[in-house]
């Protein structure tokens, strides 16, 4: 057989390499581009194989002592930041940690899994909203994904915990139903009128919420339909029917607040639009149009990126949905028709490397280091994306004939 002369990296792709690895300064969509399409397919693949390698050692070399990643939030490092962070890792090193070590990634995994079923049973993690902010849906909605994903891929480590896994599924699932928002649907870690009270929804909670509930529905969880309706409904009515801005929290109206502007509300765009497609609602060319304008208006979520605070500037952007959004935005690319992915696929793999942390790997949208799991294992998924399961919709995932047995995690 010919051996094929290895072809050498184009200047193109070493001028990637070098904004990529040794800068991570505030760089233009209209900037980075260019440096990666104009390389050879075969130099951008290894450039981001390389990337995706580096930052799953990174994951895999960094669990606690009691296997959980930590994602750190304004308030401190509540169970469910705990839980959510790890399961989030846990989605990640799912897709791409057998390609670095795959013994060492079971292991990983299997004490990863047991910890967000751990923390599933802790007092705060159960199906309650207490006083007027919880975050715990975060851990609950995470751990769902996770725990769905963890069994349709079926590894042969978790197999010997098959019972304790559904049973956690049926706990995270049957607790994010009982914490819908009371009468108007939809969900949202903070609610000034109480847990039990009608509550504006947040489009940014109820978008991921949706999805990990039609992960638990595909697997057989009784998910009623009246929920998703809710749901549904909710998410249309934060939309502004004229920019196609999501609102922040509640329904949109025609004044729109800083957080409601379109550059303000790009992180959430493409997964609200993408969840209604999932729920038989919306359209490829509203998702389309959120994934444009959340390459038009990337910089100034990059502006907000690593900062302090919560909520500033002109559009009142907080740092932490700096990497929500490059996931989601991934995402929302892979439901678009098959002629309009590629491009947009290599806008978002070229902002992602041009903001990597060259020194070991990692990406962080937060001031904390502990915080770099989360921003890597995000930044895996939207790199991966296009290789990731399909997400489970309503019409592929059927009402459960029989509810199953209440979940117990413990």
Known sequence: MPIRARRRPSAALLGLLVAATLTGALLAPD?????????????????????????TELLLATPEKDGAWTYRGVYGIPVGYRVGGTSIVGLALLQTGDRVDRRKNAKVLERATLFVIDGLSDPLMDGTFKDTYDVRVWGQTYALQYLCALRAKNPSWSRKHGKKIDAAITF?????????????????????????????????????????????????????????????????????????AFTYSGAASGRAGRTDKVPGAIARMPISDA??????????????????????????????????????????????????????AAQAIEQLEEADRPE???????????????????????????????????????????????????????PAKKRPRRGRVY
């Not at 440096?35 to 390698?53: E, F, L, P, S, Y």
């Not at 919306?282 to 208006?297: I, L, M, N, P, Q």
């Not at 690593?306 to 932490?320: L, M, Q, S, V, W």
């Open 31 to 55: 900037r980075l581009a260019p440096a990666v399409t104009t390389g050879h397919a075969d130099d951008v693949d290894r450039v981001v194989r390389d990337a995706v390698k580096k930052g």
């Open 172 to 244: 995270a699932a049957e607790a994010l139903i009982a914490t819908e928002i009371p009468e108007r649907g939809g969900w949202n870690y903070s609610r000034p009128r109480g847990g039990k009270a009608p509550n504006a929804h947040g489009s940014f909670v109820t978008a991921p919420v949706v999805q990990a509930l039609l992960e638990a529905r595909a697997r057989g969880i009784d998910v009623p339909d009246a929920v998703l309706e809710r749901a549904a409904v909710a998410l249309e009515r934060s939309r502004n029917a004229e920019t196609g």
């Open 275 to 328: 969840t209604l497609l999932l729920l038989g609602e919306g359209s490829r060319e509203r998702t389309r149009a959120s994934v444009d304008a959340f390459f038009e208006h990337w910089n100034e979520l990059e502006k907000r990126r690593a900062k302090n605070g919560t909520h500033e500037g002109p559009y009142g952007i907080a740092p932490y949905y700096f990497f929500y959004g490059q996931y989601y």
């Open 344 to 398: 947009r696929r290599a806008k978002l793999r070229d902002l992602l490397l041009g903001i990597r942390n060259g020194e070991d790997g990692s990406w962080n949208d937060r001031v904390f280091e502990v915080s770099r799991a989360y921003g890597t294992a995000m930044a895996i998924l939207a790199l991966t994306a296009k290789d990731l399961p399909e997400p489970a919709s309503r019409a592929s995932a059927k």
